[in-house]
């Protein structure tokens, strides 16, 4: 059965407009939504340059939100892609940064040993959560939900039991101060019109290209959509299923103990409440950048304009005359709604146009 | 392509039985297929003529009896075991996956790499070049290799699988109902494959409820009846009715008559091909 026509003339003649090809990928939606907020709230703002929102302080200001929900927003997306979710990243941001702080200030070590001990913390627990849910079978949302709880409760306890009933531990910056390793948590990076910006953007820029380039460029990505496509498909063709899972969860908890490195070394103290709510905000951080919740679709670099448009939103408000931050949640919400509608629309035409 | 020797079956099932719960899904029953060789396996709905294939393909364990390849008993541990011996099994239902594209179904869990180390990854020039060629050379043109294969049809998505398990050097290929949820013209299409695949020496196990599809392409007919054999013929031993009857179809034969024509249409279109 041989056919004249070489591939590449058949290529040539069905070629699809490159902006097509761009209305239906996953991220779409994502980089529509960060104009559209950014213009928003600009627009609220009285379309003013030089002062509030439009200003390289309030520029600053958001991207700082955006970075550090970014960080986890990207490997949220990766997990959430493989069909999983990991609702413990919130009170692992309490817990690693409650390490790091009693590592370096209550017991004195060096920083070093205690960002090493903080990561190898969150790795461990990264795949103990992995490896629950490979093992039992039960949903992540599940797992996690009792990792969430077990982290915050002991994270409150012992830090009670070695700080003498407290439960924020402070005076970090005194032994971390001058230090090359703190510095690349929370130096500043340049300055420009009274805003600073920090090596969290850097973090956040490294994370996002790491995740996207693992995720489209590498095998293990072919296998993380996959995974959460049919587990039982993926099994039959040989994807190691159960690695790539736990693996997952653990890039999930090392960004939340990135996160948490950076909050520490830049406050100076750490609070087992801080990193509450983060979870859901990471995980609509995901939905935003065009992330199925069911799994098997979805962008890594999508969810970094999905972190804008969280960080934009969040300080935005403030900027608003007559607003205050409560209305945050609330539009958080309906962001959410939006997004999880424009999803499904793009997947349709993504899995349906067929012209 | 060598054929050692056509008369050792390439992948066998002896005697085998398997048990879910208390669920005899299948008592003693054996199955053998040669090189070049089309076996049919006929069976009514939960015949256990899945339970039989996944054992062959290292999905599920035998209770009892064993398998052989070349003649030589086997165990399979995984369906990657099998995969690396050169069975390639094209699930009922969960053939390709439908938000990937076409290029990264085709070598998912086969991807070609470039690069070492850390900077490692996956080929997708080669892999988009080689799965339009090869869904080429087996009759569907792909637009774009980003496309999601949830956009082909049933058809071409069977098309895909049996193609991806051709490629990578299949010596055995399992086909679970391919032809289930086609209408008559698409059935036709892979049973050309079937055909082809025949034609280049593969071992093929073709597994459907529809005695007409099995007719056409069939060297021999295994047939299942309750988790048990129903016997096993060759090509020509046996008519359409007998098949029906041994299947526990043999009173719907009046209703047949008219699916006969569309057969013999089918038949006549697989010929011209
Ligand atoms: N994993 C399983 N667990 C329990 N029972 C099963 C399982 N797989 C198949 N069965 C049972 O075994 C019998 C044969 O099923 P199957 O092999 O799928 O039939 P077929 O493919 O011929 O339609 C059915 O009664 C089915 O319910
Ligand atoms: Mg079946």
Sequence with gaps: MTVDATPSEAQRIRRISPWRTFLTRPEFGSIIGAVFIFTLFWALTGFTVGKGFMSW??????????????????????????????????????????????CVSTYGLPVWLGLLITFAFALAIGWINGYLVVRTGLPSFIVTLGTLYMLRGAGLALTRMATNGLTIVSGVNTSTAGDPLAWLFNGTIISIGGGDFKTELVWWIVVVLVSTWVLLRTRFGNWIFAVGGNKDASRSMGVPVSRVKILLFMATALSAAIFACIQVLSFGTADVLRGTGKEFEAIITAVIGGTLLTGGYGSA??????????????????????????????????????????????LRRASGARS | MTVLSSSVPVLEARNVSKLFGRVLALKDVSLSVRAGEVNCLLGDNGAGKSTLIKMLSGVHRPDSGTLAMDGEPITLSSPHDAQKRGIATVFQDLAVLP???????????????????????????????????????????????????????????????????????????????????????????????????????????????????????????????????????????????????????????????????????????????
Excluded: C
Excluded at chain 1, 67 to 75: K, N, W
């Design chain 1, 301 to 346: 670099l999508g969810s970094a304009f999905g972190a804008f448009v969280l960080g934009v939103t969040q300080l935005g408000i403030y900027f608003v005359p007559g607003f205050n931050s409560d209305w945050y949640a609330f539009v958080l919400g309906l962001l959410l709604l939006v997004a999880a509608m424009l999803n499904n629309w793009i």
């Design chain 1, 57 to 102: 302080q309030g520029f600053a200001a958001y991207i700082e939100v955006t970075a550090q929900v970014g960080i986890l927003g990207a490997t949220v997306s990766l997990l959430m892609i493989a069909g999983e979710f990991d609702l413990s990243v919130g009170s692992m941001v309490g817990a690693a940064g409650l390490i790091l702080a009693m």
């Design chain 2, 99 to 273: 938000l990937m594209s076409v290029s990264r179904n085709f070598f998912l869990g086969n991807e070609p790499t470039v690069g070492v180390g850390p900077l490692r990854r996956f080929d997708i020039a080669t892999a988009d070049r080689v799965a339009r060629e090869q869904m080429h050379e087996i009759g569907i043109e792909v637009r774009e290799t980003s496309q999601l294969v949830g956009t082909m049809s049933g058809g071409e998505r069977q098309t895909l699988a049996i193609a991806r398990a051709e490629y990578f050097g299949a010596r055995v290929l399992i086909l679970d109902e391919p032809t289930s949820a086609l209408g008559v013209k698409q059935s036709a299409i892979v049973l050309r494959h079937i055909l082809r695949a025949r034609a280049r020496g593969l071992a093929v196990i073709f597994i459907t409820h529809n005695v007409q599809h099995a007719l056409p392409v069939g060297d021999k007919f295994t047939i299942l009846s309750h988790g048990r054999s129903a016997g096993e013929f060759k090509r020509g031993e046996v008519s359409l009715e007998q098949l029906l009857s041994l299947m526990g179809g043999g009173s719907e034969l009046a209703e047949l008559a008219t699916e006969l024509e569309q057969l013999r249409a089918a038949g006549a279109s697989l010929d011209a091909g």
